[in-house]
């Protein structure tokens, strides 16, 4: 899955940029305060893209 479609998904379901990190970027759920962090790769795996929503507490893309 390309990155930028997964943010594109995140933003959709109300996820917001908390900080910019050396290799990732961390992101944050307001409704439940959860975080992840997401790689900066063109390309992320399936896998790694449903883990990410998982922490989030969004629907898997």
């Given amino acids: 899955m390309k990155r930028k479609d ?3 998904h995140l ?3 109300g ?3 908390l ?3 050396r290799g ?3 992101w944050v759920n307001p409704a439940n305060e959860q975080q992840a ?3 900066r790769h063109r390309e992320i ?3 790694t893209a449903r883990g990410i929503c998982r922490q989030l507490g969004v ?3």
């Fill in 6 to 8: 997964l943010l594109k």
């Fill in 11 to 13: 933003r959709r379901q």
């Fill in 15 to 17: 996820c917001e940029l």
């Fill in 19 to 21: 900080r910019e990190g």
């Fill in 24 to 26: 990732h970027s961390v």
């Fill in 37 to 39: 962090a997401i790689p």
């Fill in 45 to 47: 795996n399936d896998y």
């Fill in 59 to 61: 629907s898997e893309c």
